[in-house]
Antibody, heavy 124, light 108 residues
Framework: QVQLQESGPGLVKPSQTLSLTCTVS??????????WSWIRQPAGKGLEWVGR???????NYNPSLKSRVTMSVDTSKNQFSLKLSSVTAADTAVYYC????????????????WGQGTLVTVSS | EIVLTQSPGTLSLSPGERATLSCRAS???????LAWYQQKHGQAPRLLIY???SRATGIPDRFSGSGSGTDFTLTISRLEPEDFAVYYC?????????FGQGTKVEIK
């Protein structure tokens, strides 16, 4: 059973860089037709797709965040990471990592395994 | 960006009743690229429906999805106590992927 676990500081100061890591267990981050995504959710609000990365390092970012987002993957550690620079209070949210699996009968990827989420608060 | 608008915002129903949730897109979405997620309080979302109408692994058959173009529907045929949650649609057709704002199904 694949499991994902987010880790990183729960408090980040404004203008600094938010850094999170997602550790994947129960399967290799390099195997299969998977992308690895970050999704965030401000308290009491809806979900926002941040971006995704493939095991080769290929990325897709949400254009609204693209100038501040960097994702990377470490296959030796079975981890992928998110960096979001120049954060403000608007970046306060629960951040989820997820595995996107290719569903052949649909011809698209869907997020079928998620981490439990980690709350990141931006405050001085 | 494709905007997804879900209605109603809140649905108040009793266990055993039928729930019908709507998701309307600002432009046509390929049916293959529309999903529904369930989120319970304090938990991560769970994939229910992909490709607009296919149930994900382990999802009970009381959940069904339908629709095409700009109008999609999630139906829960008979609500069980564990079904009271927030439901989101998501499109994977255009970039960026976007979610609807959610429909809360609450106990009446």
């Amino acid at each position: 059973q694949v499991q994902l676990q987010e880790s990183g500081p729960g408090l980040v100061k404004p203008s600094q860089t938010l850094s999170l890591t997602c550790t994947v267990s129960g399967g290799s981050i390099s195997s299969g037709s998977y992308f690895w995504s970050w999704i965030r959710q401000p308290a009491g609000k809806g979900l926002e797709w941040v971006g995704r990365i493939y095991s080769t390092g290929s990325t897709n970012y949400n254009p609204s965040l693209k100038s501040r987002v960097t994702m990377s993957v470490d296959t030796s550690k079975n981890q992928f990471s998110l960096k979001l620079s120049s954060v403000t209070a608007a970046d306060t949210a629960v951040y989820y990592c997820a595995r996107d699996t290719y569903y052949h009968d649909s011809g698209s990827y869907y997020s079928d395994y998620w981490g439990q989420g980690t709350l990141v608060t931006v405050s001085s | 960006e494709i905007v997804l608008t879900q209605s109603p915002g809140t649905l108040s129903l009793s266990p055993g009743e039928r729930a019908t949730l709507s998701c309307r897109a600002s432009q046509s979405v390929s049916s293959n690229y529309l999903a529904w997620y369930q989120q319970k309080h304090g938990q991560a979302p769970r994939l229910l429906i992909y490709g607009a109408s296919s149930r994900a692994t382990g999802i009970p058959d009381r959940f069904s999805g339908s629709g095409s173009g700009t109008d999609f529907t999630l139906t829960i045929s008979r609500l069980e106590p564990e079904d009271f949650a927030v439901y989101y649609c998501q499109q994977y057709d255009g970039s960026p992927r976007t979610f609807g704002q959610g429909t809360k199904v609450e106990i009446k």
